[in-house]
C-alpha cells in the first residue's frame, strides 16, 4: 500500500519555526515530485501547493512562504521536509504531503496532478 505519513505539527508562537516530515512506505521516493499542500480553518484545500521539490531537487514556493519555509528531501530515509520559519497566524492550518511523478526539474504544484497523499498534521501559530 502507498502511503505517505505527515509528522511534525503542533502549536508554535508567532516567529517560532516548526519542521514538518513527509516519510513515504510502499513506495521510494526518489521518482516523484513532493508537493506540500495547506487548508486553513473553514477554507478549503488550497489548489496550488505551498512548496513542491522534484526528484532532481529543483523546488517552487507560493510568495506567502518564500524567503520563511524551506523544502527538502532525503532519498536515503525516504522522507521530505518542509522547514518552517518566522511563522505567522495565517500560517495556521492542516498541512498535507502529497506524491506524482516526476515530470521535470521544475515542480508542478497544481492539487490535480497529485495522486498519492497523506492524512494531514495540524500546524497553529498563536500566541
Known amino acids: 500500500q502507498l502511503q505517505l505519513v505527515e509528522s511534525g505539527g503542533g502549536l508554535v508562537q508567532p516567529g517560532g519555526s516548526l519542521r514538518l516530515s513527509c516519510a513515504a512506505s510502499g513506495f521510494t521516493l526518489d521518482a516523484y515530485t513532493i508537493g506540500w499542500f495547506r487548508q486553513a480553518p473553514g477554507k478549503e484545500r488550497e489548489g496550488v501547493g505551498i512548496s513542491c521539490i522534484s526528484s532532481s531537487g529543483g523546488s517552487t514556493y507560493v510568495d506567502s512562504v518564500k524567503d520563511r519555509f524551506t523544502v527538502s528531501r532525503d532519498n536515503a530515509k525516504n522522507t521530505v521536509y518542509l522547514q518552517m520559519n518566522n511563522m505567522k497566524p495565517e500560517d495556521t492550518a492542516v498541512y498535507y504531503c502529497?506524491?506524482?511523478?516526476?515530470?521535470?526539474?521544475?515542480?508542478?504544484?497544481?492539487?490535480?496532478?497529485?495522486?498519492?497523499w497523506g492524512q494531514g498534521t495540524q500546524v497553529t501559530v498563536s500566541s
Open positions: 502529497a506524491a506524482t511523478v516526476t515530470l521535470g526539474h521544475k515542480p508542478a504544484c497544481a492539487s490535480g496532478l497529485y495522486h498519492i
